[in-house]
């Protein structure tokens, strides 16, 4: 496919990302050759992730541009570093390894660049995997704005940011510190950092060094123009094995296993590609190793590379792809590969998006993937059992997400935390005997900022088991009382307008929250960029007959419906649609029907954090027989029995 490309686009101007430019046929599957552009190829164009250009001068113009990309997490990055293409009449994208899953990639401005050249625009799938966006402008365009719309695209058009300050960045493999960020400013790796628009390009600048000149001191800005101090870290092939085993390697601070054990030393994941989405709970292939093969690392299965990743240990959204129908991965430590903060990128990357590890003792050099990753991929569980294996990667993805993340790696190199967000948990009653169970499962919420808007509907607030829940519950509530004739749709927006969070979260009175439900929900929309995040009722207690049951269900993706008991929502899409419709039943259908006409998403994450109890049909607004509950189950059992994320044991049933 490339050559066919380069040989339509002879004179055109070729930027690439992922792509090696060694001598192998292109034909060749990603899974068994990373590399699928020839030696001479690689001589036309620029490997934004090796070579080093400076920013184009303003007229800078060519006719045309080609830009390759291996998958969409490579075209990210070259998004970041949009500001280093010039000006084209004729931009095309080509992603060559294109997960099933994502959306055709078709690109539209943003209001400040709208394209009033564009004459034409193709989108077309080449092969199989192969997407191509083809632009035609009238007048020379920036090329970067094709690019960064077009990786927008795969992401399903989300608004995306990093809650950091703004970064300019310098250096080989630089862009891998803000992945997706059109809003980063690429500089020489001497410095200064351009300004725009009249200001500083950047709040912080990071540059990357290779082994002789990096010196593992943030302060030391040798050979730096700016005013600014930057940041520095390696470049990827300052961490190599064959770079740190070369004469005089012993002396670099890369020898120093201690140097390597803070998270802050590796580049980050990029969540918003490589996340929990596509996780499949009943795989069909067996437990792989991780292991080297040709100096890199491979997922190998029955002999054969399930995906090899790149050289610097990045994993994309491709490779996880792969990687969905594998039960687990163990990891083999005991043979070289590509250096230690490669292998800490594949092993965090991994762990972000839910892939089951296992391991032996962890080396010392990589402990940068943070002792809460470590402790859990040495004491992996049994991987055989469904539901023990899904616990261990739902624990895993929590910690490689809150460690590994971009927001999470800009802090621990330095930026200001931003406020975590306030949850108003909408609660609306009419038994007065479940006041204090619910608050009791809202006061388990950790790891996130909440307060509760607590409905009484036609419950007297004196009511002795009313009041005496209120006054236990150690935690900011606001309590009123709805008439007993309000319709159910319209007590649930009279909450919602005495809240004051940036998310509304619709809890029901009688159902069981593990402790992690809150944060798994903020989690999931932050990977996932959807308006509304919930689950669906995986595990169910039939109370009436003291039964549990485990429900086959799909999760971890985009979906039209989740359980009325877990919608958290983003405050301003609520407002855009009205809230919910002043009906008796259906409020939760009719709410996430009505959002997603406006546009919106749903996303339905894992249903571990949750527990429906079902008692007589006329107790629920849901109206639904026993029966349906028994119906598809992976598995049932007598008694009340919740999965181990729940943290259960002891607590009150009722």
């Known amino acids: 496919m490339i050559r066919e490309l380069l040989a339509e686009l002879p004179a055109a101007r070729v930027y690439y990302a992922g792509i090696d430019p060694v001598d192998r046929d292109s034909a060749g599957s990603p899974a068994e050759k990373p590399g699928v552009m020839s030696a001479a190829d690689g001589d036309r164009g620029v490997d934004l992730d090796r070579d080093l250009i400076e920013p184009p001068a303003a007229d800078e113009r060519a006719d045309e541009v080609l830009v390759l990309a291996r998958t969409p997490a490579d075209l990210r990055r070259i998004a970041t570093l949009h500001k280093l293409l010039p000006q084209a009449g004729r931009v095309v994208v080509a992603v060559l390894d294109t997960p099933p899953a994502h959306p055709a990639p078709v690109p539209t401005p943003t209001p400040a660049h709208r394209w009033r050249a564009l004459t034409d625009l193709r989108v077309y799938r080449a092969k199989e995997r192969v997407w191509v966006v083809d632009a035609r402008f009238s007048a020379p365009t920036p090329a970067g704005r094709t690019v960064t719309a077009t990786a927008r695209a795969f992401a399903g058009h989300r608004l ?11 250096g080989v493999g630089a862009a891998d510190w803000r992945p997706g960020d059109p809003n980063a400013t690429p500089a020489e790796i001497t410095g200064p950092v351009p300004e725009r628009v009249g200001a500083p390009g950047g709040d912080v600048v990071l540059r990357t060094l290779d082994g002789v000149a990096w010196t593992g001191d943030d302060q030391a800005a040798g050979d730096w123009a700016g005013d600014e101090t930057p940041i520095e870290r390696p470049a990827p092939e300052a961490a190599s094995w064959a770079r740190l085993g070369r004469p005089g390697g012993a002396e670099s601070p890369l020898a120093d296993p201690d140097v390597l054990a803070e998270p802050s030393m590796v580049p980050p994941v990029d969540e918003r590609l490589v996340n929990p989405q596509g996780f499949v709970t009943t795989p069909s292939r067996g437990l792989a190793s991780l292991a080297e093969r040709d100096g890199r690392w491979s997922v190998m299965l029955d002999g054969k590379a399930v995906t090899t990743f790149a050289e610097s240990g990045g994993v994309t959204d491709a490779d996880v792809a792969r990687l969905r129908q594998i039960r687990g991965v163990e990891v083999d430590w005991h043979h070289a590969h590509s250096g230690p903060l490669a292998a800490v990128r594949v092993l965090a990357g991994l762990s972000a998006a839910g892939v089951p590890l296992v391991s032996d003792a962890v080396p010392r050099w990589a402990g940068a993937l943070g002792r809460e990753l470590v402790d859990l991929i040495t004491r992996g569980p049994d991987l055989a059992d469904d539901l023990r294996r899904e616990e261990h990667s739902i624990r895993l993805r929590r910690a490689a997400l809150r460690t590994h993340g971009v927001a999470a790696r800009w802090e621990q190199l330095g930026a200001p935390a931003p406020a975590p967000p306030l949850t108003s948990v909408l609660l609306a009653t009419r038994r007065t005997d479940m006041v204090r169970f619910a608050l009791d499962q809202i006061a388990r919420q950790r790891d996130a900022q909440l307060e509760v808007i607590l409905a009484l509907h036609g419950v007297p607030r004196r009511h002795p088991d009313v009041a005496a829940a209120i006054a236990g519950f150690d935690g900011q509530i606001t309590v009123f009382e709805a008439d007993h004739q309000a319709v159910f749709g319209e007590v649930l927006n009279d909450a919602a307008a005495r809240a004051s969070g940036s998310f509304l979260l619709k809890m029901d009175d009688d ?29 169910v207690y039939l109370a009436s007959i003291d039964v549990t049951v485990h429900r086959k269900q799909i999760t971890e993706q985009i979906t039209s419906f989740v359980a009325g008991g877990t919608i958290l929502v983003e405050r301003s899409a609520f407002q855009a649609v009205g809230g919910f419709r002043p009906l008796r039943r259906s409020v939760d259908t009719q709410f996430q029907e009505a959002l997603q006409a406006a546009g919106g998403q749903i996303y339905r994450t894992h249903g571990l954090g949750y527990i429906l109890r079902r008692g007589p049909a006329a107790d629920h607004t849901w109206q639904e027989p026993i029966g349906t509950f028994l119906q598809r189950n992976k598995q049932q059992w007598r008694g009340f029995r919740p999965n181990a994320l729940m943290e259960l044991d002891g607590m009150r049933r009722s």
């Not at 995306?160 to 310098?170: G, K, L, M, S, T």
């Not at 159902?511 to 595990?539: I, M, N």
């Open 511 to 539: 159902d069981w929250y593990g402790p992690d439900f809150l944060a798994d929900l903020l989690l999931a929309h932050a990977y996932s960029g959807a308006q509304v995040v919930g689950t669906v009722p995986e595990f």
């Open 160 to 170: 995306d940011v990093i809650a950091a300050p703004a970064a300019a960045i310098a």
